[in-house]
């Protein structure tokens, strides 16, 4: 006896569509002709598992077919018994004794789309429009399934689009070229690089993940740092050494410049999708040396400063 639809997946009716999807995966896996070249018979049951996978997979299908309204092609079923030739007393194919002559003339003459439309839906009785006239439905060729991935990405390499290398399922190796705009949780479809399939491969689907940096944080299209400098070179000013995504850069520090001042080097933030790319925020943080018998003895002397604290109220 053939098999139904699940038992073609080794399922039970009333199986769930997540098990009807890991039940296909894990088959054509096994199955597919590309790995079994020298058994017809695998690529016999592979084409079996996909129609199966086909039809089930379709909500709508998969309800008609558990009522018995269509087959395992997804054909409807007759609902008369499928013509004369199981009846008694007459041959198969013919009618019945006192209905000769009934078979040409309704075939000529009777129009049943309307019967078989209530019955099976418009689309399958639209394909004749007379009794009998139903033709087998092609088969859609299924697309392989999408594989995902998770790729871990170094900040700077986010922020400067540097290309990425991924190692692929079956082993390949490829390079990846970060879009425009990238940022945590971003997908790049790879197409053609997933589960095969008689419809062709699926796609490869990559979640960038960019990993936090050391003194780096990103703000939108920007990027921060905290920069510690000393109190010579806040009070007098400096030109001092910044890191950046592309490398250390001279920056200036202006004269009489306070912890928390905040500057700016243009264009080495991150490349928003327009193309154009945000900058990188400086914060200064003067750094006082602790035990520093020197400056302690000047901040003794020293009755500069005012009241920093005025705008407080206090």
Do not use: C
């Not at 020298?38 to 598992?49: H, L, M, Q, T, V």
């Not at 001092?240 to 928390?260: F, L, N």
């Not at 900058?279 to 003067?286: G, I, P, R």
């Amino acid at each position: 006896m053939a098999l139904d639809l699940y038992q073609r997946l080794g399922l039970k009716r009333g199986a769930s569509e997540a098990e009807i999807k890991k039940a296909y995966r894990s088959l054509a896996k096994q199955l597919h002709p590309d790995r079994n070249k020298d058994n017809p018979d695998a690529a016999r049951r592979f084409g079996e598992i996909t129609q199966a996978y086909d039809l089930l997979s379709d909500k709508d299908k998969r309800a008609r077919y558990d009522r018995g309204e269509i087959d395992e092609e997804g054909n409807p079923k007759m609902p008369f018994g499928g013509g004369y030739g199981g009846r008694p007393g007459g041959a198969a194919g013919a009618p019945p004794p006192g209905f000769e002559g009934f078979e040409t003339n309704f075939a000529d003459t009777a129009d049943l789309s309307d019967l078989f439309e209530g019955l099976f839906g418009a689309a399958s009785a639209g394909r004749s429009g007379r009794f009998g006239g139903f033709r087998q439905r092609a088969q859609q060729p299924l697309k392989g399934a999408d594989i995902a991935y998770r790729l871990k990405v170094a900040f700077v390499d986010a922020a400067t689009l540097a290309p990425q290398r991924i190692k692929l399922a079956d082993g390949k190796t490829i390079d990846l070229k970060l879009p425009k705009g990238v940022e945590d949780g971003t997908k790049i479809r790879i197409p053609g690089k997933g589960e095969p399939g008689t419809g062709g491969a699926g796609d490869a689907i990559v979640t960038i993940a960019i990993a936090p940096h050391a003194f780096f944080t990103r703000e939108g299209n920007d990027i921060r740092l905290r920069l510690p400098v000393t109190l010579k070179e806040a009070v007098l000013g400096a030109k001092v050494k910044v890191p950046t995504p592309e490398g250390p850069v001279m920056m200036t520090i202006p004269k009489g410049s306070s912890s928390g001042r905040v500057l700016r080097i243009k264009g080495r933030g991150f490349t928003g999708k327009s193309g154009a790319r945000g900058d990188e925020l400086v914060t200064l943080e003067v750094d006082l040396p602790a035990g520093d018998s020197e400056l302690e003895s000047f901040a003794e002397k020293w009755n500069g400063g005012g009241n920093p604290r005025s705008s407080l109220g206090v």
